[in-house]
């Protein structure tokens, strides 16, 4: 089940968070801010069931809070990631370490190929792969095979022609049974014709990325209508202010591994 977990990863944000990548036009975070709101999501995590292990600040990464980007964990298979983005790349040198105490054996996603974990969406049919300025033809290729020699089935979309979409789960999140949370501009591509679609309007695309965990589906505060669709369909919202994270470019799923 992709939406059951009973463990995750997830990492302070330091005092360089300040310093992080963002195109977003709502000025800096505010750090304090954003401890507090991380200290609430971690919580909320364990009211959910999961034993949270929060790795230690590490400054010189401003953006290593984002721990989803370096890894992507099924049931089947570990992989660590080779990240997009330059200054994120050796993101995983303490994220292996934190993984080999808790897994057998780690694949992993070797240049030139490139891979963020915010591009690949796991459901109970198969593995979304994003295509975009963060993950590589390469890197998808070779996170599909390795994904397909355990029996899961992948498939890369390209999603470089979205505007504004740093990654394929800023835009869709998978809710379980078949759901699939989506903002409307991405609503009509044939790639998700198989899922039973979940609309977030245009006015609250940032709701678009959100984590279904354990019964419940936690979303990003200030979005009414999704909140109201959610709850509609019985998916149980909770809502939690992600206002900083949001500043640089990050949201929910961005905040842990969770497996
Ligand atoms: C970045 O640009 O890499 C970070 N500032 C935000 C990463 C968000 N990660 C995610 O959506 N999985």
Not at 80 to 107: C, H, M, N, Q, Y
Not at 242 to 257: H, I
Request: aromatic content about 6%; hydrophobic content about 40%; charged content about 20%.
């Amino acid at each position: 089940m992709t939406t059951h977990f009973t463990r995750a990863i997830a990492r302070r944000p330091g005092d360089s968070y300040l310093q992080g990548l963002t195109t977003s036009n709502e000025g800096p975070p505010n750090l304090a801010k954003a401890i507090l709101q991380h200290n609430i999501y971690v919580q909320t995590l364990e009211d959910l069931g999961l034993s949270v292990t929060v790795l230690a600040a590490n400054d010189a990464f401003p953006d290593s809070v984002f721990v989803e980007d370096t890894a992507i964990l099924t049931p089947e298979i570990t992989v660590l990631t080779r990240p997009g983005a330059v200054s994120r790349r050796d993101e995983t040198v303490s994220i292996k370490a934190a993984l080999l105490d808790r897994f057998d054996a780690i694949t992993e996603i070797v240049a030139p190929g490139t891979v963020d974990g915010g591009d690949i969406c796991e459901t109970d049919s198969k593995v979304l792969i994003g295509l975009s300025n963060r993950t590589n033809l390469e890197g998808a290729m070779q996170l599909k095979l390795a994904l397909e020699t355990v029996g899961r089935p992948a498939e890369i979309v390209d999603i470089r022609s979205v505007p504004g979409l740093l990654h394929l789960k800023t835009g869709i999140s998978y809710l379980g049974a078949g759901r699939m949370a989506v903002m409307e501009a991405l609503a009509s591509l044939s790639w998700l014709a198989d899922f039973d679609r979940v609309l977030v309007p245009t006015s609250e695309s940032y709701a678009a990325n959100c984590i279904a965990v354990n019964g419940s589906v936690i979303m990003a505060e200030g979005y009414p209508r999704f909140f109201e669709t959610l709850d509609r369909l019985g998916l149980k919202p909770i809502p939690l202010d992600v206002s900083e994270y949001r500043k640089m470019d990050g949201g929910l799923s961005c905040l842990s591994l969770r497996f």
